[in-house]
């Protein structure tokens, strides 16, 4: 063999070894992508714990499994909802109500939505948007528990968590979203996208749904109904803690070979996540701890402190996000205070704890980091743009809240009988007892249906 052709026999195994490397090495990047949302989407599941156990231990004993059976079924109504039709919003109306055909490929008969050996993408993205889906649904949850008929929480939650939260996140999350493209909206770990529509959401049907029997007195001073298990509420806010830490992951986009960007494409790490959940976390904590001396509250800011710092975690400096969760952590009892002497009787401090610390941090992007550079044509991060986002995050949650709720009620279907409730609702609705040794002999069949 002359020596030329033993070089070309060379270069052609190389070549061959090159490429086959570099499949290899492209492959092992999409599992990994895939692998990284697959493992989001699991630790996300704590939330749903969380909420479960937050919601349960809130309720008083008389109540406490039909709270549980309605934020179980939410989670449940939610996944095939959102495979049917949620999906579908977020692709085909980033430009407003009118869809367009690039939604197509979230139709439920799409090729991409099932298994499909060319598509690694597809089924972790809509399982990671499906666990926000019912996150949303979980924290409209928990304002109404004690007095809502299950049916009737069934069908605000579906327009809620498959809905409502999804067409603002086709707004403002998605890269070509009208409020990321005409006015640089930032919003990257959902300050306004899901707390914000959630709580205003949650206010909306509050208004309608009313207060529990025995939350006012005749002369409109509130009583404190307290909830029977508050180890498990704290508890409960722990793992909902928890499950973050995976839901702000999944809000990172994964580039297999390449620096991770944020939802919007703009360069973004894991670690200024890492930095600034941490120290918002525990600066609501510090913030609460400081304002009420009360473990619900404590446990509360955490999550607030998070909120208000959640918009801009990908730009924060630490010290800053500490910051502005110590504030998320101090409004939120003065913020629950005031509903409650407006007469709105929200269980758990859903409004104030999501939807007033989300307004805090959309507008804390706007007034800290405005001027931020955005990808492509769209305008950086201003106050207006996040003024202009704040307001629609507002009403996509508060109007599809009130209307559907004013429906139910006409129809005489949001509320159950005041009779129920004053027995509880584990009697009615629930064919088994979560305490028995301390439950009375009343039985369900001595009631008027919750249903």
């Known amino acids: 063999m002359d020596l030329a052709k033993f070089i070309r026999m060379g270069v052609v195994l190389?070549?061959?070894?090159?490429?086959?490397?570099?499949k290899t090495s492209g492959m092992l990047g999409t599992v990994d992508m895939e692998i990284f949302y697959w493992w989001c989407t699991a630790i996300m599941v704590c939330i749903h714990a969380g909420f479960l156990a937050y919601e349960?231990?809130?309720?008083?004993?008389?109540?406490?499994?039909?709270?549980?059976?309605?934020?179980?079924?939410?989670?449940?109504?939610?996944v095939p909802t959102f495979f049917f039709f949620g999906w579908w919003i977020y692709?085909?109306?980033?430009?407003?109500?009118?869809?367009?055909?690039?939604?197509?490929?979230?139709?439920?008969?799409?090729?991409?939505?099932?298994?499909?050996?060319?598509?690694?993408?597809?089924?972790?993205?809509?399982?990671?948007?499906?666990?926000?889906?019912?996150?949303?649904?979980?924290?409209?949850?928990?304002?109404?528990?004690?007095r809502i008929r299950v049916s009737a929480f069934?069908?605000?939650?579906?327009?809620?968590?498959?809905?409502?939260?999804?067409?603002?996140?086709?707004?403002?999350?998605?890269?070509?979203?009208?409020?990321?493209?005409?006015?640089?909206?930032?919003?990257?770990?959902?300050?306004?996208?899901?707390?914000?529509?959630?709580?205003?959401?949650?206010?909306?049907?509050?208004?309608?749904?009313?207060?529990?029997?025995g939350k006012y007195n005749a002369d409109g001073t509130a009583n404190d109904l307290l909830p029977h298990n508050v180890p498990m509420v704290l508890i409960g806010l722990m793992l909902i803690i928890v499950g973050f830490f995976g839901f702000l992951g999944a809000c990172l986009i994964f580039n297999p070979g390449a620096q991770w960007t944020n939802i919007y494409g703009q360069p973004a790490t894991l670690s200024s996540y890492a930095f600034n959940t941490l120290m918002c976390f525990s600066g609501g904590i510090i913030g609460a701890w400081a304002t009420t001396r009360d473990p619900f509250w404590m446990m509360s800011g955490a999550l607030a402190g998070i909120f208000v710092a959640a918009a801009g975690l990908d730009v924060w400096y630490p010290p800053l996000a500490f910051l502005l969760g110590i504030l998320g952590g101090v409004i939120i009892k003065p913020g629950n205070d005031f509903l409650v002497r407006m007469g709105v009787d929200d269980s758990v401090g859903a409004v104030s704890v999501h939807g007033f610390s989300g307004m805090l941090g959309v507008m804390a992007v706007?007034?800290?980091?405005?001027?931020?550079?955005?990808?492509?044509?769209?305008?950086?991060?201003?106050?207006?743009g996040q003024l202009v986002g704040l307001i629609v995050m507002i009403?996509?949650?508060?109007?599809p809240g009130y209307l559907v709720s004013l429906a139910l009620k006409a129809g005489g279907v949001l509320r159950v009988p005041d009779e129920v409730q004053e027995v509880g609702l584990d009697l009615a609705e629930v064919p088994s007892k979560a305490y028995p040794e301390a439950v009375g002999s009343k039985s369900a069949a001595a009631l008027l249906p919750a249903e």
């Open 154 to 213: 069934v069908i605000l939650a579906i327009v809620l968590g498959s809905g409502a939260w999804i067409l603002a996140a086709s707004w403002g999350w998605h890269p070509d979203g009208w409020l990321v493209k005409e006015w640089g909206y930032h919003d990257v770990g959902c300050a306004g996208l899901i707390h914000v529509v959630a709580g205003f959401f949650a206010l909306g049907v509050l208004l309608n749904l009313g207060p529990r029997i």
């Open 366 to 384: 706007g007034i800290l980091a405005a001027g931020y550079p955005n990808v492509g044509d769209a305008p950086p991060t201003s106050f207006i």
């Open 56 to 78: 349960m231990g809130a309720s008083r004993a008389k109540n406490v499994l039909a709270s549980g059976v309605k934020n179980i079924l939410a989670f449940a109504f939610i």
């Open 395 to 399: 009403l996509c949650g508060f109007v």
């Open 14 to 22: 190389m070549e061959e070894q090159i490429s086959e490397l570099t």
């Open 91 to 146: 692709l085909a109306f980033p430009n407003g109500f009118i869809p367009s055909a690039d939604g197509n490929v979230g139709l439920p008969w799409a090729p991409e939505m099932g298994p499909n050996l060319a598509d690694n993408a597809t089924g972790v993205f809509w399982a990671a948007f499906v666990l926000f889906a019912a996150t949303t649904a979980s924290i409209f949850s928990g304002a109404v528990i004690e």
